[in-house]
């Protein structure tokens, strides 16, 4: 006979874990938490990269304020 399929369970493959953890910082007693989206609510992160800020739930952008000192 010719190779046959393999029967039984599947093997396990580990899925990537939340990040929402790095979203919140603990500072001595306190708990603060990022920036949440205007549109969808708490518990919807904002990304921040260097020009702006980003939700990928639903596309809020919103750009910082370039702070060029001109000499």
Partial sequence: MAKEA?????????KPTSK???KYKIE???ITKGRSCP???PGIFLSESQ???????CHYCEF??????EN
């Fill in 28 to 30: 001595g007693d306190k």
């Fill in 6 to 14: 393999k029967k039984g369970k599947k093997p396990h493959k580990n």
């Fill in 51 to 57: 020009e702006r800020i980003y939700c990928g739930k």
């Fill in 20 to 22: 929402k953890y790095s």
């Fill in 64 to 69: 910082m304020a370039k702070n060029k000192s």
């Fill in 39 to 41: 549109r969808c609510g």
